[in-house]
Structures are given as C-alpha cells and as structure tokens.
C-alpha cells in the first residue's frame, strides 16, 4: 500500500500550489481520500476529504473558498488545489486513506500516506 503525496514547495502569500496523492495497493476506489496538515508545535489537522463517489466534500473552515479538493480515479490520484495561499497553511501536508467522509471529515483512517512540506512566506 502506498499513498505519495507530492506537489509541495515555496511559495509567497497569495500563491498557489496543487498537491497530489497518488495511490497504489488497494482497491482506491474504494475508500475516501484526505487531506491532513501538521504545522510545527500543532496537532494534526483534517483539511479536506473527498469520498469514494466523489459525492461528498468536507473542508476546514479555515480553507473553505480556498482549497478545492478532486479525484481520478482513472489515474488513482487526488489532488487539493490550494489557492490564496497564508503562511498560516504552512505545514506538512499528508494524506490517507479514510472508511467514509463526514460532517467532521475523513473517519476511519486505514492507511497513512508520507507528507510534503508547504512553507508560505508572507
């Protein structure tokens, strides 16, 4: 089972980065895939989640309007486009595999993908 999250970098306040989660090992099709952050000092936090059917979405409030999550499931990859980017986004950005997505995010997560670093200067 691997999930690689990819897509990470430097960017300035304002800016823009897509990250990528591509999957292997499983049936992908099958679970709903998060997004998650852990900045220094900071618990983890759940970002965004898409489900299996790509009938659900959650998102922080704190990326609402700014982050839209998606998938391929024909290239078992999804992505979080991460726009108006804050130095409060900085973090490592991780992102597994969940049973189902709801009101509070993913639930149930069954597999740990490895993180890449966002820095957001101001």
């Known amino acids: 089972v691997q999930l690689q999250a990819s897509g990470g970098g430097l960017v300035q306040a304002g800016g823009s980065l897509r990250l990528s989660c591509a999957a292997s090992?499983?049936?992908?099709?099958?679970?709903?895939i998060g997004w998650f952050r852990q900045a220094p000092g900071k618990e983890r936090e759940g970002v965004s989640c898409?489900?299996?059917?790509?009938?659900?979405?959650y998102y922080v409030d704190s990326v609402k309007g700014r982050f839209t999550i998606s998938k391929d499931n024909a290239k078992k990859t999804v992505y979080l486009q991460m726009n108006s980017l804050k130095p409060e986004d900085t973090a490592v950005y991780y992102c597994?595999?969940?049973?189902?997505?709801?009101?509070?995010?993913?639930?149930?997560?069954?597999?740990w993908g490895k993180g890449t670093q966002v820095t957001v200067s101001s």
């Open positions: 090992g499983f049936t992908f099709d099958a679970y709903a």
């Open positions: 898409i489900s299996s059917s790509e009938s659900n979405t």
């Open positions: 597994a595999a969940a049973r189902i997505v709801s009101v509070a995010g993913c639930y149930g997560i069954r597999y």
